[in-house]
Structures are given as C-alpha cells and as structure tokens.
C-alpha cells in the first residue's frame, strides 16, 4: 500500500529573534491527502469539524514581533499532534495490543482520530498499523522535532522558553462555562492547574488578553493535553500554556469559513501576540539579571 505524505509544517521565523516565545499551532493543518477523503464517511466540510480552522492566519504576525510561529499542515484528522505519538486506538488500527484506560483513546480522538467532533466515525472500519506508523513518522515526529529545537533555540538565546499552545474552541463547549447567568469566557488559558508554567508567566499572559477586553478563565474546561504536559517543565524554566478561542469570534463554525468580523479580531488579537512577545523579552531580561 502507498501512504501519503506530506510536509508536516510550515515554519515562519522573525527577520530578528527578540523574544523567548514560541507559538505553534498544532490542529489548523489544512492540507487533507486524496486518500483520506476518498475513503472517509465524512464530506469535505463535516472532516473539518475538529480542525482548529484559520488559526495560524489568527497568530501569523508573530514573526513582526520576534517571536516564530510553527503551523502543522497535517490535518488533525490525519494526526493529531496533540498527543502522544504512543496513543493508537485498537479500536481503529489493525494489530494494536488493548492497554491501560486512555479517556482520550477510548473517546475515539487518538494521536490517529478515530472521530471528529460530535463523534462521527472517520472511517467505516480500520486503518493497517503500518499506515499509522508512517504517519507518526512523516508529521508528528518532525513536528515535534522543530518544536523541541525551537524552545531549545530559546533556552540557549534567552535562558527562558514560553511555548504558548493555539487553539480554537466549539462555542457550544463553553455555553455552560460561566455558571448559571454566568458570562462566557472568551479565551480559556491551561497551564495543567499550574503544573506546565510558573504563575507569573499565566498572570501577565492572562492579563494581555484582559487588556485587550476579553474574557478569560483558567483550566476549565480545557486544562491543556498532550503538548503543555510533554513541554511544561517550569522549574527548568521552560514554560507552556494552551490558549483556546472562542471559534465564534472571528468564523462561521458551520461553514467553516472566516465571517465579516474575522480582521478586526485579528487586529484585536495582534496587540495581545505584541505583548506576548514582549513578556518574553523581559522574562529573559529578569532570567538574564538573576
């Protein structure tokens, strides 16, 4: 059998480097192989459900604030590089063992998707071993390779990294995050409950964000998967924080297409990246002092 392949990522580095953050945006991948969607139960719309769509477009003006941005092009219906590259789903590929319980695993979303949202099958039966080997091998390890290189890049310029995790997320997912009556968050920020980044960082990071009149909540309902646990490691100053968005702010989640008010969140947006960018200036300066 012949496998796809594709480039894993696209990479995007400032003229400059000025800041010890690091932003990557691992589910707006967009480049679906022929393969999968001639075989998959899903139409060319209904595929993208679980996709965090346009977010790399959302974050893009990294680079002019010094910071690189690292984009996945694999679709998250292809790989999701926001788990482990361990986590097969016997439930989908052929010839994987039954292990521990894996919640994520055993939900169908996998580090080789079994679902998209809503829980609709990919796939009308299962996928050879081999095919999900060699898509570990062809998008997850080198995305996670250029990742690893980048905070290292950090650690060795700056004494500090930051990666700062894009997302997007459903609207329906946070209608009930405020409570009865509540307000809705905007944004939800995880750093694990405090296990993948110091307080400091997620203060001053929570507050770019309220400085910019959004509404922002931590760790509920998304503490932060894969990447925050496997990269935050804040007393070796290596930080990491998911940030999830409010899809409805800037897309048409059913169309799956940008809506009118799509650039003046992105000019929004960018004034939150600059400040970003320069907490991890001044984190290196206070890094640099000690």
């Known amino acids: 059998m012949e496998f796809a392949r594709m480039a894993a990522f696209d990479l995007i580095r400032p003229a400059v480097r000025t800041s010890c953050v690091v932003f990557a945006s691992p589910h707006s991948g967009r480049d679906y192989p022929a393969s999968l969607l001639l075989r998959s139960e899903l139409d060319a719309r209904q595929i993208r459900s ?25 679709p998250r219906a292809w790989v999701d590089l926001n788990r482990a590259s361990d986590e097969f789903d016997p439930a989908l590929i052929e010839g994987v063992a039954r292990r521990p319980h894996n919640p994520r695993v055993a939900s169908g979303l996998g580090v080789i998707p079994r679902v998209v949202a809503g829980g609709r099958a990919i796939y009308s039966g299962k996928i050879e071993l081999d095919e999900a080997h060699e898509r570990i091998d062809s998008c997850w390890t080198p995305y996670h390779a250029a990742l690893q290189d980048l905070l290292t890049e950090s650690h060795v310029e700056f004494g500090e990294s930051i ?6 997320m459903p609207h329906e997912a946070i209608e009930l995050a405020g409570g009865p009556g509540g307000r809705r968050p ?92 320069a907490i991890g200036r001044s984190e290196a300066e206070r890094v640099a002092a000690e």
């Open 50 to 74: 679980s996709e965090d769509a346009f977010v790399d477009r959302l974050f893009e003006t990294a680079p002019l604030h010094g910071a690189p941005l690292l984009a996945a092009r694999a």
């Open 163 to 168: 990666l700062i995790d894009c997302h997007s």
């Open 186 to 277: 905007h944004v939800v920020l995880g750093d694990r409950f405090g296990a993948a980044a110091a307080p400091r960082v997620m203060a001053r990071i929570e507050a770019a964000f309220v400085s910019a009149g959004l509404r922002v909540a931590r760790n509920t309902p998304f503490a932060g998967a894969y990447v925050t646990q496997a990269y935050g490691r804040p007393s070796r100053r290596q930080h990491a924080i998911q940030i999830e968005i409010d899809r409805s702010l800037y897309m048409d989640e059913a169309l799956v297409v940008p809506h009118a008010g799509f650039d003046a969140f992105r000019t929004r947006l960018d004034r939150v990246i600059a400040q970003i960018a």
